[in-house]
């Protein structure tokens, strides 16, 4: 089993940057997805950005260009800058990750709150 522990959300402006981590321990052997959901209240999570082991990062339309994705395989751990932040981020981001054995976990969340 995977346990993911995320850190760095918060309240900034709009413009403004935050960085997400994610690191993940456990059952880690065989992690091959990993990456960011989010969702505000009401609606479907929905695609942030994931990378694949030994891959470049997807991105969502809405997000692309001002987030970057990256991997760090050694510490296990994944990160998300967040950059030219806007207000219609606002949500509560998820870590998630996908085994090659198809298996998944998700984190607990944090909320980003991006104030007008």
């Known amino acids: 089993q995977v346990q993911l522990v995320e850190s760095g959300g918060g309240l900034v402006q709009a413009g403004g940057s935050l960085r997400l981590s994610c690191a993940a321990s456990?059952?880690?052997?065989?992690?091959?997805?990993m990456g960011w959901y989010r969702q505000v209240a009401g609606k479907q999570r929905e695609l942030v950005a994931t990378?694949?082991?030994?891959?470049?990062?997807n991105y969502s339309d809405s997000v692309k260009g001002r987030f970057t994705l990256s991997r760090d395989n050694a510490r296990n751990t994944v990160y998300l800058q967040m950059n030219s932040l806007k207000p219609e981020d606002t949500a509560v981001y998820y870590c998630?990750?996908?085994?090659?054995?198809?298996?998944?976990?998700w984190g607990q969340g944090t909320q980003v709150t991006v104030s007008s």
């Open positions: 990378i694949a082991s030994g891959g470049s990062p």
């Open positions: 998630y990750v996908l085994t090659v054995l198809g298996t998944s976990a």
């Open positions: 456990g059952s880690i052997f065989g992690i091959n997805v």
